[in-house]
């Protein structure tokens, strides 16, 4: 039984972050998306609001769960019994500090190892924030990046004058 973890912001989720969780699902039994609650940062969605839209995006993955975790990505994994993190690379740029967090984490847990997904190149230039850019400055056109449930979301954000 192999049961892995795919921890992050999803600030919101979008359609890089669902290749990655179809692809992940498909190579391990259970996979568990563990949104951070991550104090330091602003972000546009709170985190219920975050789950929400990923539980709406992955209905379609019977193996797929998502929770909230706070600490350490290793202590969520061990707690959940899983011993493997997934993660996303695009560009060199992701692979530094992805590197390094891989490293670090082995360190404090050799028994749980890091996997990585290359992103499938229609999405390398996709990110949370690209989609909060785009959809602040082009307000309806936002189909490309995120799924209709989360298009609609960033909608009502703009229009309460959050984004
Ligand atoms: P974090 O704040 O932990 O980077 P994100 O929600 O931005 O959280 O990303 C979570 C994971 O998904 C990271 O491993 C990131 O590299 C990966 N990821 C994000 N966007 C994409 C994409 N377009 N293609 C592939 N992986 C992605």
């Known amino acids: ?25 498909r190579a391990v039994d259970n996979l568990i998306i563990g949104v951070l609650i991550n104090r330091d940062k602003h972000p546009l969605f709170t985190v219920e609001e975050r789950v929400d839209m990923l539980r709406e995006s992955t209905r379609e993955f019977p193996n797929v769960t998502v929770e909230t975790f706070t ?11 899983a011993n493997i993190i997934i993660r996303g690379l695009r560009a060199v740029t992701d692979f530094e500090v992805e590197m390094q967090m891989a490293q670090t984490n082995r360190i404090l847990d ?19 924030t690209i989609v909060k850019e785009v959809a602040h400055y082009e307000g309806t056109n936002i189909n490309k990046f995120v799924n209709p449930y989360v298009a609609a979301r960033l909608r009502e ?7």
Not at 114 to 120: V, Y
Request: proline residues 6%.
């Open 157 to 163: 954000k703009l229009s309460q004058g959050q984004l």
């Open 71 to 81: 600490g350490r990505t290793v202590d969520f994994a061990r707690d959940r019994g």
């Open 1 to 25: 039984m192999i049961k892995a973890i795919y921890p992050g912001s999803f600030d919101p989720v979008t359609l890089g972050h669902i290749d990655i969780i179809r692809r992940a699902s």
């Open 110 to 128: 050799p028994n749980i190892d890091t996997m990585f997904f290359t992103t499938s190149p229609r999405y390398a230039y996709l990110s949370s």
